[in-house]
């Protein structure tokens, strides 16, 4: 049987431009535009938690 993930959905509203946008991005990615996301939001959360450990780092 195929292996399921545990993922949650997440629902947002965006322009018509901006979706359209990532929709482009997403085709010339060979992507779809829930993984573009998925890896963005991934990335932006990574860097969060980057400057978080710094900024506790230089307290400590």
């Known amino acids: 049987m ?3 993930t545990l993922l949650s959905g997440v629902t ?3 322009s018509p ?3 359209a946008e990532l929709e482009a991005w997403a085709q010339e990615e ?3 535009v ?3 996301l998925a890896k963005l939001i991934e990335n932006k959360l990574q860097e969060r ?3 978080l450990s710094l900024a506790k ?3 400590n």
Do not use: V
Request: proline fraction near 0%; charge should be positive.
């Open 2 to 4: 195929g292996g399921k």
């Open 12 to 14: 947002t509203y965006i």
């Open 17 to 19: 431009e901006s979706k």
């Open 30 to 32: 060979e992507r779809s």
């Open 34 to 36: 829930s993984w573009l």
């Open 49 to 51: 938690r980057q400057k």
């Open 57 to 59: 780092n230089a307290i």
